[in-house]
């Protein structure tokens, strides 16, 4: 009686890790990969996904921003933030956000400047990923573009600091 309740036991577990594991390689389309478009709903609107991915990339840049006592600096006048912008500029701004400081960049030795840079650099890729995330949207989406443009301008006065760091 012990084995064959063992043998049903154990068939049942083996079912359930079989059906776990097809339902994970199904899950994650190519649509839904990092880096990746992210789908739109029924009413043909950006999914939420995005968005949330931007909020969390946004409280880090406030909280990098703090640790420089920072305050975020506006965005530029002329940023694109009312659809439709163009997603290639975007696209820029996420590889502006990136590019490694220029050869007149440079900053002391010291923690400070070292803390500094750090914080630039994790400003700047939140920066990166928020505007690579816009050009995704194909600059449709008012809020990704403001975030793309605000983010920017904190990546800008974050490499400042960063550079005139002595």
Do not use: H, W
């Amino acid at each position: 009686m012990k084995a064959a309740l063992g043998i049903v036991f154990g068939a049942g577990c083996a079912l359930l890790i079989a059906c776990g594991a097809g339902a994970q390689k199904v899950s994650r389309s190519p649509a839904t990969s990092p880096g990746a478009a992210e789908p739109t709903s029924v009413s043909g609107q950006p999914s939420e996904a995005p968005r949330f991915e931007i909020d969390e990339l946004d409280r880090q840049i406030d909280a990098d921003l703090a640790k420089l006592r920072l305050a975020r600096p506006p965005a530029p006048a002329d940023s694109c933030v009312s659809p439709p912008c163009d997603p290639q500029r975007m696209s820029t701004a996420a590889g502006a956000a990136n590019a490694p400081p220029e050869a007149s960049c440079k900053p002391g030795r010291s923690d400070v400047c070292t803390d500094s840079c750090t914080l630039k650099d994790s400003i700047c890729k939140s920066a990166g990923r928020i505007c690579e995330i816009a050009s995704q949207l194909g600059g449709n989406d008012s809020y990704a573009n403001e975030k793309c443009a605000s983010s920017s301008a904190s990546c800008s006065a974050a490499k400042e600091r960063c550079c005139a760091c002595m």
